[in-house]
C-alpha cells in the first residue's frame, strides 16, 4: 500500500512552496533562451545566400544618389540649416529597414509553411512568443548591413555623420527595434493571407503608406493636418526622428531619443502578442 505525502516533511521543516517571481523570471529566460536558438537559426540562412545583402543595398543606394542629389539642387524642401541630403540619410536608412522586414517576416513565414517546417516547429513546445521574437530579431540582425552600406555611402557624398561610439551604438539599437516592429507587422500578414503572391501585394500596399506618411523625406510641419495625424500614429516617424537625432553630427530629434525607444518598444510588444495569438493559423 502506497502511503501518501505527508503535509510536513519528516525533518520538521514545512515543506517550501514555489516562488511566484522565481518561477516568472525562469519563464522569462527559457523564453529569451529560445527566442536566442530561433534568431540565430534564421541568421544561419544568409549563409546560403549572402548576396540578399547586396541586392537590398541597392534601393537605399539609388534613393541617396539620385533622389537625394537632385531635390539637394532643387531646394523646395525646407529643413532649415540641416542640408537636404543629411536629412533625407536617415529617412532612407529608416525605408531601408522598412522594405527588408515587411518582405522578409511575412514572405519567409508563408515559404516556411509551404515546406512544412512552421508545423514541426508549431508541434515542439516552444513559445509562440518566442517563435515571432526569434524572427524579428534575426531581422534586426539582418537589417544591421543596410546601416553599414548608408553609412558608407553618406561619408562618400559628403553628409556629417556623428560617429561617435555611443551614437553608432543608439543608431543600431534604433535599427533592432524598428526592423523588429515591422517584421512582426509583416509576420500578422503572414499569418492572415495564403500566398506569396498575395502577401507581394499587400506588403507593396503597405510599404509606400507607411514611407510616405512619416518624417522621411519631409517634414512633418509640411504636411495637411490628416496627414500629420497618420504620421503621429505612424511608427516609422519615430524611428526616422531618433536616427537624424542620433547619426547626424548637427541632427537634433523632435520627440526625444527615450521617447522614440518607448514608442518602438511598446509597437514591438504590442504587435508580438497579437502575431502569438495568431500563429497557430498559419498551420491551418
Known sequence: MIQPEPDVQL?????????????????????????????????????????DLVVRAVQPS??????????TRIRAIPTGDLPYLDFMTAGILAQSVLFVAIFTGGMTLIWERDLGVVH???????????????????CGVRCLSQVLVIYVLALLLGVKLNLSPVAILQVLL???????????????IGCVVKTRERMTGIGQLLTMPLFFASNAIYPI???????KFLSHINPLTYQVDALRGTMLANGNSIYGFGWDCTILLLTLIGLTLICGKLYPRVAM
Open 11 to 51: 525533518n520538521g521543516w514545512v515543506k517550501a512552496k514555489p516562488h511566484r517571481l522565481t518561477n516568472a523570471i525562469s519563464a522569462i529566460t527559457q523564453i529569451w533562451k529560445k527566442t536566442l536558438v530561433i534568431a540565430e537559426m534564421e541568421v544561419r540562412k544568409l549563409r546560403h545566400d549572402p548576396t
Open 62 to 71: 539609388l534613393w541617396l544618389l539620385i533622389f537625394g542629389q537632385v531635390f
Open 120 to 138: 514541426k516547429f508549431l508541434a515542439s513546445p516552444t513559445p509562440r512568443v518566442a517563435m515571432v521574437l526569434g524572427k524579428s530579431l534575426a
Open 174 to 188: 534604433i535599427v533592432m527595434l524598428g526592423a523588429s516592429c515591422f517584421c512582426t507587422f509583416s509576420l500578422i
Open 221 to 227: 510641419s509640411m504636411m495637411p493636418n490628416w496627414l
